[in-house]
């Protein structure tokens, strides 16, 4: 049985030919050297052979254990305080060559609690760093996702209305997006400034100097907020324009029935609008979401992963690593580990928003 | 039509034997969008594909940021030219990697080089520079009158409770925003470069020298967390800041933001001419003597090139006194040799910047010579910065050693 693409199709082929094969050579072909490249010690730079290592690289990022430590007790067996609270064995003492605990060479701890009572849980990881990458990731999906959404929609319903000189707002709305990331990140650096930045100087006139200035970037609880928020202006208007285009696809028909039957404006929104929007918002929210997960530019000009980690990201690590520590196989690894989070999650969404029958 | 034929033909006859007579040298350099620097390497090529008839060298310029990672690429393409600038302490990762080879170069001609300039690995020297870079304490001269501060040399540095306490005054005075300025704001190379030998004069190190297989004990032993204890004092004790916005780097010490600012010979001139009582003090000595950094960008013959003579014969045509001094000149760097410096009115005796050179030649420390250099500098320079944000010392020390000797032993040891 001749299908339709292999049938007097020579045309078709030719043309999609040029992009297939870039396509092929610059992201089909990496993608598996990536997956072969992670289960070696593949260097960016060496003379010596690759070697196979199987699940190494992965083990050593994903290493996670934990550790429950009861208080030191002294000879009455009183718990021994310091600084006002109880005070626990030396964690070094158990990760740094101690023949006893060969399991926990090499580990940090990554946080720690208590479950009640005097002993206290920490939480080893083997790579701590690529633990908190992966949190501040999820973080910004996890923010960025619907407040992104969200805007954009709002934009777009401002935006979707016969005024004189509409197209003036779609044109600032959407001006973001077309500057490059590297020159917004850099422009941002100068807004955020600790010292004499625009937002501190906005902050401190509006409050009339109540305000201190805030090392927006330079400080651990600011910095990841700080470029959550920079990231959701700087890309709310591509997704803008997607909603519009959405929106401009409802029939008018359907609106018109709606005035003639004294629909309110939620109603209108709530029966015609959003159902209308289905399918737009499923393709959305999984752009955002896979956008999201990428984020590295705003990082890699911002703050370099810092203060503290606490912008660290996958890709960012990646690269980091790929190209900084020139370690190619642990870069594959992190973005093979992206790939399966980046799939799951989309299939999650897939099957989440799908046609019911 | 005959005549244009024979015309023709001659002239490609021409062409070919000239081709023949002179060999065509490729060169890839770092400077672009340097108009001084280009201009003075461009006269050093016109002069020694004039000088001879069996080479002629051909320049292409990358920008700075992108050097390295052309050199990478060129290298796994097996593209790379005949002759490579290569910073310091890049070359012996490259020359591990088999990008370089042995420059081959009359000893007698580099025997009076400052030391940094050299760059050797494995017993072989691979590159040399036409000049360094150092790194001092710039203050004013009114300031330490005006604290009371007996002015340090090389000879006589000051300890570390004589620099704690000019830090103290300084602050007392309340005269300047911090009483330090590090450059926290050049991240990047500036951390190892400009802050390791700290790490040094406390007598640690990035990597124990004697093996160059661990750096524990090095980088985590008990002059390392006394550094480190002393590094992060600097930012608790509000004697430095953490972050530092660039353009305070650039011009706070000018705008008198800072008693002190540790920098390099580069940003002399431009002190110099804020404040005419500029002086440049020695590096303080935190135990084990004062130690500043050294070696800067090199030159060095390709491991592919097919003519390595010819390549060796233009560095070595560029060692040149009169050259040292035109870059020196150009782009105010320290000439490699003491004859050039003379022929530099900056850095000649009694120059403004002539300090330089003393402290090249007498506390410089290159960055440990090791293929494995490239990683240990990034994480040598995150856990810095980690440390000045408030980190458990011993812990991020101790993370940094692990993640340095787990980086030696993927790489079997970097061939040492």
């Not at chain 2, 403004?352 to 490239?374: D, I």
């Amino acid at each position: 049985m001749a299908s339709k693409f292999t049938v007097s199709n020579r045309t078709g082929w030719l043309m999609a030919g040029p992009a297939v094969l870039l396509i092929a050579g610059f992201v089909i072909l990496p993608f598996f050297l990536a997956i072969g490249f992670s289960f070696t010690n593949q260097r960016l730079v060496s003379p010596n052979p690759t070697e196979f290592t199987g699940l190494e690289n992965y083990r050593q990022l994903l290493g996670v254990t934990t550790l429950t430590l009861e208080p030191v007790r002294d000879e009455a067996g009183a718990v021994v305080m310091k600084d006002g609270a109880p005070e626990y064995p030396s964690l070094r003492s158990l990760t740094r060559n101690n023949p006893d605990r060969p399991d926990l060479a090499g580990m940090r701890e990554w946080f720690n609690f208590s479950t009640g009572g005097d002993s206290r849980t920490y939480v080893l990881a083997r790579d701590v760093v690529f633990m908190k990458a992966i949190v501040n990731t999820f973080i910004f999906v996890i923010v960025v996702a619907p407040v992104q959404a969200g805007l954009a929609l709002g934009l777009a319903l401002l935006i979707n209305q016969r005024l004189r000189g509409i197209n003036v707002f779609r044109a600032i709305y959407f001006m973001p997006v077309v500057v490059s990331i590297v020159v917004v990140s850099l422009l941002w650096r100068l807004i955020y400034d600790g010292q004499s930045g625009l937002l501190n100087n906005l902050l401190g006139t509006i409050s009339f100097g109540l305000i201190p200035p805030v090392d927006w970037l330079g400080n651990p609880s600011t910095a990841l907020g700080s470029i959550i928020a920079m990231s959701i202006w700087q890309a709310v208007g591509f997704h803008m324009v997607i909603w519009l285009s959405g929106l401009q696809t409802i029939s008018p028909t359907l609106y018109e029935a709606a005035a003639i039957e004294g629909a309110s404006k939620w109603q209108v929104f709530r029966y015609i609008t959003w159902p209308g929007l289905r399918n737009t918002a499923v393709l959305i929210l999984i752009v955002i979401t896979m956008q999201a997960f990428g984020l590295f530019a705003q990082i890699d000009v911002m703050t370099n992963g810092g203060p503290l980690d606490s912008t660290q990201t996958i890709v960012f690590q990646a690269i980091e690593r790929g190209y900084g520590k020139q370690d190619i196989s642990g870069g594959s690894a992190i973005s093979v580990i992206l790939f399966v989070i980046v799939l799951s999650i989309s299939l999650i969404q897939r099957w989440l928003t799908r046609e019911k029958s | 039509m005959k005549v244009f034929k024979l015309a023709a033909s001659a002239a490609i006859l021409c062409w070919a034997s000239a081709a023949q007579a002179q060999t065509t040298l490729s060169m890839w350099y770092h400077g672009a969008g340097n108009e001084v620097e280009l201009k003075l390497i461009n006269e050093v090529i016109t002069d020694f594909n004039a000088s001879q008839s069996d080479w002629k060298v051909e320049l292409q310029s990358f920008p700075q940021a992108a050097y390295n990672d052309s050199v990478v690429a060129g290298a796994l393409a097996g593209n790379l030219p005949d002759i490579l600038d290569v910073d310091g302490p890049n070359m012996p990762n490259w020359a591990w990697a088999g990008y370089m080879q042995p420059l081959v170069i009359d000893e007698s001609k580099i025997a009076n080089f400052l030391p940094g300039t050299k760059g050797v690995w494995d017993g072989k020297l691979y590159s040399i520079g036409l000049w360094d870079a150092a790194v001092a304490l710039v203050t004013r001269q009114s300031t330490l009158d005006e604290l009371g501060l007996r002015k340090p040399t090389v000879d006589a540095p000051w300890t570390k409770d004589e620099f704690m306490a000019a830090l103290d005054a300084a602050k007392a005075a309340g005269k300047w925003e911090y009483p330090l300025d590090l450059g926290m704001a050049w991240t990047g190379e500036w951390y190892p470069y400009a802050f390791s030998p700290f790490l040094q004069s406390f007598g640690g190190d990035i990597v124990d020298r004697s093996t160059y297989k661990t750096a524990e004990g090095a980088l985590n032993g008990d002059a390392a967390l006394a550094f480190g204890e002393w590094w992060q004092g600097l930012f608790k004790n509000g004697y430095a800041q953490a972050t530092q916005d660039p353009a305070d780097r650039d011009g706070g010490f000018a705008a008198g933001k800072y008693a002190f600012s540790w920098n390099g010979n580069w940003a002399a001139l431009g002190a110099l001419a804020a404040f005419p009582d500029t002086v440049f003090l020695p590096a303080p000595d935190l135990g084990a003597g004062p130690k500043i950094g050294a070696a800067s960008w090199q030159f060095g013959v390709s491991a592919t090139s097919k003519n390595p003579q010819g390549a060796a014969a233009f560095i070595e045509f560029a060692l040149q006194d009169k050259y040292l001094a035109a870059f020196s000149n150009g782009i105010g760097l320290i000439p490699a040799t003491p004859s050039a410096s003379e022929m530099v009115d900056n850095y000649k005796a009694g120059g403004p910047l002539s300090v330089f050179v003393e402290y090249s030649a007498k506390t410089a420390l290159v960055r440990p010579v090791t293929p494995g250099y490239v990683v240990q500098a990034k994480v040598f320079e995150k856990a810095l910065a980690d440390i000045a944000n408030g980190t458990d010392v011993a812990a991020t020390l101790d993370a940094a050693a692990d993640e340095i000797n787990a980086d030696i032993e993927k790489n079997g040891g970097y061939g040492h």
